[in-house]
């Protein structure tokens, strides 16, 4: 076997999916083949619990490893050197992975999915380890085992049909395979919290559809929607598309402020964002609504404030940023590629006609009664009406407008 290498993907959370399993796998191959996309011919292979990626050129290598990152449902992975299973061979490749890295000590480890090799684990991971401290010594370098915290470790895995070596294990993103959970809507803001709050669920199989709620830019150049989209199309590589609502709230909140008390304006713009969100999640069959709330953060964001604002969502109201605190959601924010964007100056809608005393602790009722002087259904429909949608996907390599902006019409008749 000539031995060239691959990529090799381990996988952790579907392996425990029993029954289901072959339904997550595929969701998981389609979605690799579709991060590769633009590399040339992709092929891959399902191994014992493991996933081996061929590439069509050994130069694609690069590029894949760094969009396996972005492949939810990976748990780490290896440039790995494929071999025959025979010791002497895996000996040979084993030398040839580690002679050009620097390293003081090392150890070896061997996993074996095939259990009816002539050989134990730890009987390979001695034997191989005899032979790298001699290689080391026949070039005059010294070298050492340690088993405990070496600088650097070779792994062999034996499979059913060949064997496998590698040095480097780097961690993917983890999560479930992309598009296996369902349909959610979420509201995006543009700011840090709802681009990673959506990312969390992306990461646990949801197929996202999002929705902005625009006003008018203070300045010049400070105009939300262009933030908005740009989050997307960062965001879409890791579902393959997505549609992007955006809807004018200006007018809405004007009228808010002309029909209802001050200190819960702003409780009331995000009670309407919650209804024009599920009218549009209705049309779509999505199972709920995703919020970037993170408690006490702000002061719609008390438990009680959430709690009335939330009355009002006909369907399940997701808040993945709960329990976070700012900083990690900004870490997170870092890692993703939301956070420069979310960064730059832009009007957010919900600050505008602040109450100069906002009510931190509303109750449904309260909210309720606010509302009394304002024709809601009206103001929902409204909303939905005037939403300009656009559409993204992500092909070969690159995410497109798939589709020409345009008012979403066909969506004034929506549940509101």
Same mark, same amino acid.
């Given at each position: 076997?000539?031995?060239?290498?691959?990529?090799?993907?381990?996988?952790?959370?579907?392996?425990?999916?029993?029954?289901?399993?072959?339904?997550?796998?595929?969701?998981?191959?389609?979605?690799?083949?579709?991060?590769?996309?633009?590399?040339?011919?992709? @092929?891959?292979?399902?191994?014992?619990?493991?996933?081996?990626?061929?590439?069509?050129?050994?130069?694609?290598?690069?590029?894949?490893?760094? @969009?396996?990152?972005?492949?939810?449902?990976?748990?780490?992975?290896?440039?790995?050197?494929?071999?025959?299973?025979?010791?002497?061979?895996?000996?040979?490749?084993?030398?040839?992975?580690?002679?050009?890295?620097?390293?003081?000590?090392?150890?070896?480890?061997?996993?074996?999915?095939?259990?009816?090799?002539?050989?134990?684990?730890?009987?390979?991971?001695?034997?191989?380890?005899?032979?790298?401290?001699?290689?080391?010594?026949?070039?005059?370098?010294?070298?050492?085992?340690?088993?405990?915290?070496?600088?650097?470790?070779?792994?062999?895995?034996?499979?059913?049909?060949?064997?496998?070596?590698?040095?480097?294990?780097?961690?993917?993103?983890?999560?479930?395979?992309?598009?296996?959970?369902?349909?959610?809507?979420?509201?995006?803001?543009?700011?840090?919290?709802?681009?990673?709050?959506?990312?969390?669920?992306? @990461?646990?199989?949801?197929? $996202?559809?999002?929705?902005?709620?625009?006003?008018?830019?203070?300045?010049?150049?400070?105009?939300?929607?262009?933030?908005?989209?740009?989050?997307?199309?960062?965001?879409?590589?890791?579902?393959?598309?997505?549609?992007?609502?955006?809807?004018?709230?200006?007018?809405?909140?004007?009228?808010?402020?002309?029909?209802?008390?001050?200190?819960?304006?702003?409780?009331?713009?995000?009670?309407?964002?919650?209804?024009?969100?599920?009218?549009?999640?209705? @049309?779509?069959?999505?199972?709920?609504?995703?919020?970037?709330?993170?408690?006490?953060?702000?002061?719609?964001?008390?438990?009680?404030?959430?709690?009335?604002?939330?009355?009002?969502?006909?369907?399940?109201?997701?808040?993945? $940023?709960?329990?976070?605190?700012?900083?990690?959601?900004?870490?997170?924010?870092?890692?993703?590629?939301?956070?420069?964007?979310?960064?730059?100056?832009?009007?957010?809608?919900?600050?505008?006609?602040?109450?100069?005393?906002?009510?931190?602790?509303?109750?449904?009722?309260?909210?309720?009664?606010?509302?009394?002087? $304002?024709?809601?259904?009206?103001?929902?429909?409204?909303?939905?009406?005037?939403?300009?949608?656009?559409?993204?996907?992500?092909?070969?390599?690159?995410?497109?407008?798939?589709?020409?902006?345009?008012?979403?019409?066909?969506?004034?008749?929506?549940?509101?």
């Amino acid at each position: 076997m000539e031995v060239m290498p691959l990529l090799l993907l381990h996988y952790h959370e579907m392996w425990l999916k029993g029954r289901n399993r072959s339904f997550f796998l595929h969701k998981f191959v389609a979605s690799i083949h579709e991060q590769l996309s633009g590399l040339g011919r992709v @092929k891959v292979e399902l191994e014992d619990g493991r996933v081996l990626v061929r590439l069509q050129s050994e130069q694609a290598l690069p590029a894949a490893a760094e @969009k396996a990152q972005r492949i939810f449902g990976v748990a780490y992975y290896s440039v790995a050197a494929e071999a025959e299973r025979d010791l002497a061979t895996v000996e040979q490749t084993a030398w040839e992975q580690l002679a050009g890295q620097s390293f003081r000590t090392f150890a070896v480890r061997v996993r074996r999915a095939d259990k009816t090799l002539p050989f134990r684990s730890h009987e390979a991971e001695q034997r191989l380890g005899r032979t790298i401290l001699d290689r080391a010594a026949q070039t005059g370098r010294s070298i050492s085992v340690d088993l405990e915290n070496p600088d650097l470790t070779c792994y062999v895995e034996f499979t059913s049909r060949r064997a496998l070596v590698y040095t480097k294990k780097l961690p993917g993103p983890g999560g479930m395979a992309s598009n296996t959970a369902g349909k959610l809507v979420c509201l995006l803001s543009g700011g840090y919290d709802s681009a990673v709050a959506a990312y969390k669920m992306m @990461k646990r199989g949801a197929r $996202l559809i999002f929705v902005h709620f625009h006003g008018v830019a203070a300045r010049p150049g400070e105009a939300s929607e262009p933030v908005a989209r740009e989050i997307v199309r960062t965001l879409v590589p890791y579902q393959g598309s997505a549609r992007l609502y955006l809807v004018p709230f200006y007018e809405l909140q004007r009228e808010v402020v002309l029909g209802a008390p001050e200190g819960f304006r702003i409780l009331i713009y995000r009670r309407l964002m919650l209804r024009i969100g599920a009218a549009i999640a209705h @049309k779509h069959r999505a199972l709920g609504l995703v919020v970037g709330d993170s408690l006490g953060q702000v002061a719609s964001q008390t438990l009680q404030n959430m709690a009335a604002v939330g009355a009002v969502a006909r369907l399940p109201l997701y808040r993945p $940023l709960v329990g976070d605190d700012k900083q990690e959601i900004i870490d997170v924010a870092r890692r993703i590629g939301t956070y420069e964007i979310s960064s730059e100056r832009f009007t957010d809608c919900c600050p505008v006609f602040l109450p100069r005393s906002p009510r931190l602790f509303a109750t449904p009722e309260e909210l309720d009664r606010a509302e009394a002087g $304002l024709d809601i259904p009206s103001m929902v429909s409204r909303g939905v009406a005037s939403a300009r949608r656009e559409v993204y996907k992500f092909v070969d390599g690159r995410v497109i407008e798939a589709q020409s902006k345009e008012p979403a019409h066909s969506d004034a008749g929506l549940l509101v």
